[in-house]
């Protein structure tokens, strides 16, 4: 079974990330979408709200699951018998980070990263700026599935 992890804070989740997900699942038997416990990071959303809007948007697809963890996500991947990470790209800064991220991956482990550029229409979006618009009153509907507010 060809299974990937797909890590992140999806705080919250966004149509690119949401993009990357229905891609992956074309190529793996299932993707586990883990969210990341950080003690140390402020969120917006909270955990099981995060973890419930990224189940509603894919419950009609088997294919997917979500769990939340905390560690090394090269430790999960063997704990789920997980062959690959999956990563999404936008730009530039995105490829440098991840690469780095990537190699002490592989230096630590068998794991793969697997990189998917994301879709154009999809590339300017980040759960960042998705915060800023709705923490300023904003309609963030054109950047989020439909299981998230679009206001707050
Ligand atoms: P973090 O930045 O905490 O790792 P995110 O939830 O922001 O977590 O991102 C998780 C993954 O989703 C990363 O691989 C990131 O590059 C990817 N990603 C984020 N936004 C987009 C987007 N608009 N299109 C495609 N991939 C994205």
Same mark, same amino acid.
């Given at each position: 079974?060809?299974r990937?992890? #797909?890590?992140?804070?999806? =705080?919250?989740?966004?149509n690119g990330? !949401?993009? +990357?997900? $229905?891609?992956g699942? *074309? /190529?793996?038997?299932?993707? +586990?979408?883990a969210?990341?416990?950080?003690?140390?990071?402020? !969120?917006?959303?909270? /955990?099981?709200?995060?973890? @419930?809007?990224?189940e509603?948007?894919? $419950?009609d697809?088997? $294919? &997917?699951?979500? +769990?939340? !963890?905390?560690g090394?996500? +090269? =430790? %999960?991947?063997k704990?789920? =018998?997980a062959?690959f990470?999956?990563?999404?790209l936008?730009?530039?800064a995105d490829?440098? #980070?991840e690469k780095?991220?990537?190699h002490?991956?592989r @230096? /630590?482990?068998?794991?793969?990263? &697997?990189?998917? %550029?994301?879709?154009?229409?999809?590339?300017y979006?980040? *759960?960042?700026?998705?915060?800023?618009? /709705?923490?300023?009153?904003?309609d963030? *509907?054109d950047f &989020?599935?439909?299981s998230?507010p679009s $206001? %707050?």
């Open positions: 079974m060809r990937a992890i #797909f890590p992140g804070s999806f =705080d919250p989740i966004t990330h !949401y993009d +990357i997900i $229905k891609r699942v *074309s /190529l793996f038997d299932e993707v +586990i979408v969210i990341g416990v950080n003690a140390e990071k402020k !969120y917006m959303f909270s /955990l099981e709200d995060r973890k @419930r809007f990224i509603e948007a894919f $419950k697809e088997p $294919k &997917v699951r979500v +769990i939340t !963890y905390a090394l996500t +090269i =430790d %999960l991947c704990k789920e =018998d062959q990470i999956l990563r999404g936008r730009n530039p490829f440098e #980070f780095a991220i990537a002490t991956n @230096r /630590l482990s068998k794991i793969e990263t &697997v990189f998917l %550029l994301t879709a154009a229409n999809t590339s979006i980040s *759960s960042s700026i998705v915060r800023d618009v /709705l923490r300023n009153g904003g963030a *509907s &989020v599935p439909n998230v $206001k %707050l």
